[in-house]
């Protein structure tokens, strides 16, 4: 499962209660914010890659990869997807 986007959401959630921040603790807390949100998305954008690299095939209908490099990729599709 993707950690980054729990993560940005309870420093988003830090930041929503800056009363108690001064203006630079603010401005650190954003940017630890938007660090993880773009992590959350590169996590996301690498899983939809790695659905993609499944289902390539060559024009024959033979697989494009490897079988143990398909295996492998199935693997880490199904662990980020929580299957």
């Known amino acids: 499962m993707n950690k980054h986007t729990s993560q940005a959401e309870q420093v988003y959630a830090l930041g929503e209660t800056g009363a108690n921040l001064d203006v630079r603790q603010q401005s650190t ?3 630890m914010a938007q ?3 773009t992590l959350a998305l590169a996590y996301e954008q690498r899983t939809a890659n790695l659905i ?3 289902g390539k095939t060559h024009p024959n209908g033979a697989g494009a990869f490897p079988h143990p490099m398909l295996e492998a990729a199935q693997r880490e599709i199904q662990e980020r997807l929580g299957f």
């Open 29 to 31: 807390v954003a940017a």
């Open 35 to 37: 660090v993880q949100a």
């Open 52 to 54: 993609a690299l499944f």
